[in-house]
C-alpha cells in the first residue's frame, strides 16, 4: 500500500547504491529503528527511500507506506491516508487521533512494515508520530543533519566515481570515462546535476566536452539572482538552466514548458495526470506556454488542449530528467530544486504573479467543479488541498501588490477548510488552515465583513469535528451575533449560523438551547429560503433528532415523517438523504433514550 503519494519509479540509469539499501535493510525487526537520510539537495535521497521501499514491496512485506512530511498538515494527511491503508476506523476522528493510532499500530504489530517520512523539515514537529517501540521500521529523509539524532543517520553523499561513470555511460551511451569523468567532476559529482547534464547530451548527440563548454558559458546571474547564504548546488542550476532550454528547443509547441511552469507553483509532492489534463483542457496551459513566450497569459480564447498532448508533453520532459513518475504514473513530481530554479526564473522575468493568477484559476475552476460533488471526486479534492496550500506557501512575499491575487489566494484557502469541513474526517488539517486564515481576515477586511464571517463559522466547524465543542461553541456564538447584526436576523448565512451553533449545543449535551435555536432557524429558513429548500429539510430534521433526544417523541416523530415525505418528493426515494432519514425512522422506533 501507499500513503497519499507512493514511491517514485527509478529514473533511466538508476544507480541502486546497493550498499546504502543494504544499510537500510541491516535491522529489520526487534526494536523500531528509525533511518535519517541526510544530504544535500539532489544526491538522490528520496530515490533511494523509494528503491528500498521498492525491494520491500518486491520481498512481500505487509505495509509499505510513503508519506509526504514537507510540513505537518501534509504529515497528518499522509498517516490518515495511511491508516485508511492498514484498514484503521477513522470515521468522525480527527487527524490528530488518527495519526495517534497509526503510530500505536505500528508499535504493537508492525512486523514488516515500512513507512517513509520524506522532505522532512520540522524534525520536532515528527516526532510525535514516530514509534516508540515494536518491529515497525522507519525511514526519513531530510537535509537537516539534525535529523540523526532521530535514530541511526545513513548518510546519502554524491556520487562515486564509479557510479557517476556508470550513471553518464548507460544516460548517454557515451564511451568516454575521460570525458564523463570531466563532466562529473563539474557537477561535483551531484545525481540530479548529472541527470540534467545526461539528458541534453543524449537528447542533442553532444560529446561531453560539446556540453561542458555550452554550460561554462551559461552565466546563472544573466537569469536570476542568488540568495546570500543559499547558493545552488554547483553548476546544477546552469545544468537545469540548459536542460529547461533544451527542452523548449526540442519541444516548439512549449507544453512541456508550460507544466513545468505550472507545476513549479503547485506542491513538491506533485501533481496528478488529472489535475494536469485538467489545466490543459480548460485553456490554462496554453496560457502558461504564452505567457512563457512574452505574452500576458490568459486571452479571450484560450486553446484547448487534449489530455494526449499533455501527457505526450510529460513524456518528453521525464526523457530530460526534468520529471519522474509515481509508482503507478498517476503522479508526476518534479525535484524540489527545479521547481524553485523556474519560480525564480519566472520572478526574475517579471511573469511570476500572472504564473500564480494561472494556477489560481485552475484550482479555483476545479474546487468549483468538484464541490458539486464532493463524494465522487474526494481523491482530488484532498489533492487540491494540498494544491492550494502549496500555492499559498509559494507565492507569500512575492506578489508585490496584487490585491486581488492575494484576496484569490484567500478565497483558496478558504475553500480548502469548507473542502475538508464536508468531506468531515481530517479537521486538524481544517483547524490548520483555518486558525491563521480568520486572523489575516480580521487584519485584512475586519472583524465584521461577511468573508471574515465565513472564515470564523468554518474554522468553528472544524472545531466542532475535532471534539473542541468549547471552542467550536464560542466561535459560533460570536457569529451568530455578528451576522445578525451586520447582515441581519433573516439573512441566509445568519440562519446558517443559528443552525450550526444549535448543532454545537445539541453535541454538547444542551438540548434546552438547542431546541429553541434550531426552531427559530426552522420558521426562518421557512420563510426566506422555503419549505422545500434542502437547507430547510436539513434543519427540520436536526431538529426532529433533537426533539428525540430530549425525550419529546410526538413531536419528533411528526416532524421526521414530515421531513421524509418531503425529501421523498424533493429528492426522489433513493436519493441518499432520503434513506437516511427513513432509516432513522425506522431503526430507532422513536422510543425515549436512555
Known amino acids: 500500500m501507499g500513503g497519499p503519494r507512493e514511491p517514485v519509479g527509478g529514473p533511466p540509469a538508476f544507480q541502486f547504491r546497493e550498499d546504502l539499501v543494504a544499510e537500510l535493510g541491516a535491522r529489520r525487526s526487534g526494536v523500531s529503528v528509525v533511518y535519517a537520510l541526510t544530504g544535500m539537495r539532489g544526491v538522490g535521497k528520496t530515490q533511494l527511500a523509494a528503491a528500498y521501499a521498492r525491494s520491500c514491496i518486491a520481498e ?115 564511451d568516454d570515462d575521460t570525458g564523463a569523468r570531466e563532466l562529473a567532476a563539474e557537477m561535483g559529482w551531484l545525481p540530479l546535476g548529472l541527470a540534467q547534464a545526461a539528458a541534453v547530451v543524449a537528447q542533442q548527440r553532444l560529446a561531453y566536452d560539446t556540453y561542458l563548454e555550452r554550460l561554462r558559458a551559461v552565466r546563472l546571474s544573466d537569469y536570476l539572482e542568488r540568495v546570500e547564504g543559499d547558493p545552488y548546488p554547483r553548476r546544477v542550476a546552469e545544468a537545469a538552466v540548459l536542460s529547461l532550454e533544451a527542452a523548449e528547443t526540442a519541444d516548439p509547441s512549449g507544453v512541456g514548458c508550460g507544466i513545468v511552469d505550472l507545476m513549479a507553483i503547485l506542491s513538491s509532492s506533485g501533481v496528478s495526470r488529472a489535475v494536469l489534463h485538467s489545466a490543459a483542457a480548460m485553456g490554462i496551459l496554453s496560457a502558461a506556454i504564452e505567457l512563457g513566450r512574452g505574452g500576458k497569459g490568459r486571452g479571450a480564447e484560450p486553446d484547448v488542449m487534449s489530455a494526449e498532448q499533455a501527457d505526450a508533453a510529460i513524456g518528453r520532459l521525464a526523457e530530460w530528467s526534468l520529471v519522474t513518475f509515481s509508482r503507478d504514473t498517476s503522479v508526476i513530481s518534479a525535484h524540489r530544486l527545479i521547481m524553485r530554479m523556474v519560480r525564480e526564473l519566472r520572478m526574475a522575468d517579471g511573469t511570476f504573479t500572472r504564473l500564480a493568477a494561472l494556477g489560481a484559476d485552475l484550482l479555483v475552476n476545479l474546487s468549483d467543479v468538484v464541490g458539486l460533488r464532493i463524494w465522487e471526486h474526494a481523491s482530488i479534492a484532498w489533492e487540491l488541498v494540498g494544491q492550494i496550500t502549496a500555492l499559498h506557501e509559494h507565492t507569500a512575499g512575492h506578489l508585490g501588490d496584487s490585491v486581488a491575487m492575494a484576496q484569490t489566494i484567500r478565497y483558496l484557502r478558504l475553500r480548502t477548510v469548507w473542502l475538508v469541513n464536508t468531506l468531515a474526517d481530517r479537521p486538524a488539517v481544517a483547524i490548520s488552515i483555518g486558525s491563521p486564515l480568520v486572523a489575516e481576515y480580521e487584519q485584512v477586511l475586519g472583524a465584521d465583513h461577511p468573508d471574515t464571517l465565513v472564515a470564523r463559522n468554518s474554522l468553528a466547524t472544524a472545531y466542532q469535528e475535532a471534539g473542541r465543542l468549547q471552542e467550536a461553541t464560542l466561535l459560533f456564538e460570536r457569529t451568530l451575533a455578528d451576522r445578525g447584526r451586520v447582515l441581519g436576523t433573516d439573512h441566509p448565512m445568519t440562519l446558517t449560523s443559528r443552525n450550526n451553533l444549535a448543532g454545537a449545543y445539541r453535541e454538547a449535551g444542551r438540548l434546552d438551547e438547542a431546541i429553541p435555536l434550531y426552531e427559530a432557524a426552522l420558521a426562518g429558513r421557512e420563510r426566506i429560503l422555503g419549505s422545500d429548500d434542502p437547507e430547510t429539510l436539513a434543519t427540520r430534521s436536526n431538529l426532529a433528532m433533537t426533539y428525540h433526544q430530549a425525550g419529546r417523541q410526538d413531536q419528533a416523530i411528526a416532524l421526521l415523517k414530515r421531513t421524509v415525505a418531503d425529501s421523498e418528493r424533493v429528492f426522489g426515494a433513493d436519493h441518499p438523504r432520503t434513506l437516511t432519514l427513513r432509516n432513522n425512522l425506522a431503526a430507532h422506533t422513536w422510543k425515549p433514550a436512555d
Not at 60 to 89: C, E, F, H, K, P
Not at 116 to 132: C, E, S
Open 60 to 174: 512481500g512485506w505487509r505495509v509499505v507506506a510513503w508519506v509526504d512530511a514537507g510540513d505537518t498538515a501534509s504529515i497528518l494527511a499522509g498517516l490518515v491516508a495511511t491508516a485508511a491503508g492498514i484498514g484503521i476506523r477513522t470515521q468522525g476522528t480527527d487527524a490528530s487521533t488518527v495519526a495517534g493510532m497509526v503510530r500505536h499500530w505500528l508499535e504493537t504489530d508492525g512486523q514488516d512494515c515500512l513507512i517513509v517520512f520524506d522532505n522532512v523539515i520540522d524534525i520536532d514537529g515528527l516526532r510525535p508520530f514516530l514509534p516508540a517501540a515494536g518491529a515497525a521500521q522507519v525511514v526519513i529523509t531530510s537535509t537537516r543533519q539534525a535529523v540523526g539524532n532521530l535514530g541511526p543517520a545513513v548518510a546519502v553523499d554524491v556520487f562515486t566515481e564509479t557510479e557517476a561513470l556508470a550513471f553518464l555511460a548507460a544516460r548517454t551511451g557515451l
